[in-house]
């Protein structure tokens, strides 16, 4: 069941990204870097359609892989590539596009950034990638001492600063503004997808927690001894941990057992562990 989820919630990343290019960034010539970005400078210059350069341009990024990197590629981020690139290109037949949707620029910069930040973020969640300019990146990488970041972040402010020439000033300074929100963006969004809840439970009920806890929530906890120095008293400290929309079914049910419970409840961005996240 969670291999299916992980491929359904792929899916849905690609089907956002590919709506936020298609009907926001590339009518606007929005160019925040990437494929997305080169294919739709070069579609500005030549008669190829943003659709077909994004299709070209991927599939010789995918080679490129084949050839630098070998088997690291990877199936899901070829998967992905391809997929994304026709409908990019099936809606180019299906919905033509002759101007933007709106007079709003700014508006719809956020909307592309929001969707495809949020299709990018659930895509590398599923640890997978559009491909394009991340292998390029990778493979820079291989053969020479740049940092994978700093590589992606000098061939996306190249594209971006290519639409102030290709274009005009004002889509050159929303690419430009594109470029360095679509970082925070994507940044916040992995994080918010991985974030847990870390449990600290001070109780005289050791036993009945821990059970609610392992039989019914199938978490594993953390028990110590502990005392107050205010009371003296002898008491047991729980951790365990716990996906957000379990937290409160938790909390509720910490409190019903214990009703004087001491609950520290914290975020962490991820946790990696068995029932969690691979290493």
């Not at 847990?196 to 806890?213: A, R």
């Not at 379990?246 to 214990?258: H, N, P, Q, S």
């Amino acid at each position: 069941m969670k291999k299916t989820q992980k491929i359904l919630m792929m899916h849905v990343g690609i089907i956002l990204l590919s709506l936020g290019v298609y009907f926001f960034k590339i009518p606007n010539g929005f160019s925040n870097g990437g494929v997305t970005g080169i294919g739709t400078i070069l579609a500005q210059i030549t008669p190829i359609t943003p659709g077909a350069w994004i299709w070209i341009l991927n599939i010789a990024m995918l080679l490129l892989g084949f050839l630098f990197l070998g088997r690291k590629t990877g199936a899901k981020t070829i998967y992905c590539s391809m997929v994304y690139s026709a409908i990019i290109y099936v809606l180019e037949i299906v919905c033509p596009l002759s101007k933007p949707l709106t007079n709003d620029a700014l508006l719809e910069l956020v909307y592309a950034m929001l969707l495809t930040g949020i299709g990018s973020a659930i895509i590398f969640d599923c640890e997978a990638s559009s491909g394009g300019t991340d292998i390029a990146a990778l493979i820079l990488k291989k053969y020479t001492s740049i940092n994978v970041g700093n590589a992606l972040l000098f061939t996306d402010f190249l594209v971006a600063a290519s639409s102030f020439v290709v274009f005009d000033i004002r889509t050159g300074l929303f690419s430009m503004l594109g470029l360095f929100a679509k970082a925070y963006i994507v940044d916040g969004i992995i994080e918010s997808l991985n974030s847990c809840k870390y449990f600290v439970v001070i109780t005289s009920k050791k036993e009945e927690v821990t059970e609610y806890i392992i039989k019914h929530m199938h978490h594993g906890a953390t028990a110590c001894e502990a005392t107050g120095q205010y009371t003296g008293d002898g008491k047991a400290m729980i951790h365990t941990v716990c996906r957000r929309i379990e937290a409160i079914k938790l909390r509720r049910r910490i409190k019903e057992i214990d009703p004087h419970a001491f609950i520290i409840i914290t975020t962490s961005s991820e946790i990696i562990g068995r029932g969690f996240r691979g290493v």
